[in-house]
């Protein structure tokens, strides 16, 4: 292992079993993404506080941090905040933090979808009784809607004027637009 690990127990004494599981899991990170700089685990137990459980009651937490952010993982399940079990503790905790690293890796490497901007425009022209018209595309261009091409059933209120937004594709005729958004007011 090649990062360094600051393991904590609190509230009990130190158990080789429960250190040899958490290297595992920090072994495991560090093959998911390779640059962590360090890494903190707090294992603590506590007497369980709910009337139908009986004995000892186990929260873990993982600081992961890497360059650029720094990550936490202390999955506790609702409502009460504590397991039952340390390794049931130990993997929620770090399965958690290990998501956070992959999402963490895929904003870094770019691979995260981005939501294209639909062009904006204006109605130039529309013949409600023929239900068709045409709109202005930021370039000047001329785009043909249909009626069905206009979300939510607003047809009618639209007019010569109207700011929409619209998603544009090659038409039979040239460019229409297959789905047309009229804007939000900013």
Do not use: W
Request: glycine share 8%.
């Amino acid at each position: 292992m090649m990062i360094p690990l600051e393991l904590t127990f609190r509230n009990m004494g130190h158990s080789d079993a429960i250190e040899a599981a958490v290297h595992e899991r920090v072994a495991k990170l560090e093959r998911l993404f390779p640059r962590i700089i360090s890494c903190r685990v707090v294992v603590e137990e506590q007497a369980a506080r709910q009337e139908r459980t009986r004995g000892l009651a186990y929260h873990v937490r993982v600081d992961v941090r890497a360059p650029g952010c720094e990550l936490v993982g202390d999955k506790t399940p609702p409502p009460q905040r504590f397991h039952e079990d340390v390794y049931v503790a130990l993997r929620d905790a770090f399965d958690a933090v290990g998501r956070e690293l992959e999402d963490f890796a895929r904003r870094e490497r770019g691979d995260v979808k981005t939501h294209e901007e639909h062009p904006r425009g204006r109605i130039s022209t529309i013949f409600p009784d023929r239900d068709y018209g045409f709109i202005e595309g930021p370039d000047g261009t001329p785009v043909y809607f249909h009626r069905n091409s206009v979300q939510n059933g607003k047809f009618e209120h639209l007019a010569v004027g109207t700011d929409v937004t619209f998603v544009e594709e090659d038409g039979d005729k040239g460019l229409q637009a297959r789905a047309v958004f009229p804007a939000r007011k900013r």
